[in-house]
């Protein structure tokens, strides 16, 4: 199942050569691999206090840092500080292109990796409130267009429902794209004759 993902996936160095208009950022869209054969994707709720993006639902990830050696980089060292996930745990199979937020001006470069399914996930109390997994065909079954406002604005994006809370905004994009490019990957394969 991860290799027929990655191979939908643009490979990693072909991504961060593309350019995103904004202030550089990254994430790790992490494939947890299940026992029954499905994959699950980890999604974290920031607290409501935060300066930005309060209470939203987001993959792990954040700004780049000066020191940071590329977006590969940004989005581990963001898993890390935010869910304790250890950068050597995590196997990069390739990215999206990068994508502009136009409300809080951010670059955003989608990396994706496989985490194992047994490894513990701990939130950082200052950043995350919780931290969640979705079954990656639940999601391409809630996926849908939603008008929402916010801030005084009306506007429509991908939208899905989920238990965690609702996906929305530049990680409900992220993730249209990711079922556009990879849902197919998920049916059975048929036998060879």
Known sequence: ?????????????DALELFAQGREAAVLMAFR????????????????????????????????????????FTA????????????????????????STFVSDFAVYPIAGVVAADLPLTPNPSEVDTVFEVDFAELIAIREKRELRRAGMTFTTEAFETEGGLI??????????????????????????
């Not at 199942?1 to 160095?13: H, V």
């Not at 994707?41 to 840092?65: E, M």
């Not at 990711?178 to 036998?191: K, M, N, Q, V």
Request: charged share 20%.
């Open 33 to 72: 691999p299940q026992a029954d054969g499905s994959v699950s994707l980890v999604f974290t709720k920031r607290h409501d206090d935060l300066p930005s993006h309060a209470g939203q639902i987001s993959f792990p990830g954040g700004s780049s840092d000066p020191g940071d050696a590329d977006h590969v």
């Open 168 to 193: 929305w905004g530049v990680t409900g994009y992220i993730l249209g794209q990711l079922i556009d490019r990879i849902g197919d990957a998920l049916e059975p394969t048929s036998p060879q004759r």
């Open 1 to 13: 199942m991860i290799d027929r993902i990655a191979s939908k996936l643009l490979p990693t160095s």
């Open 76 to 99: 581990l060292r963001e898993a890390h500080e935010e869910l304790a996930i250890p950068p050597s745990s995590v196997e990069v199979i390739g990215a999206l292109e990068p994508m």
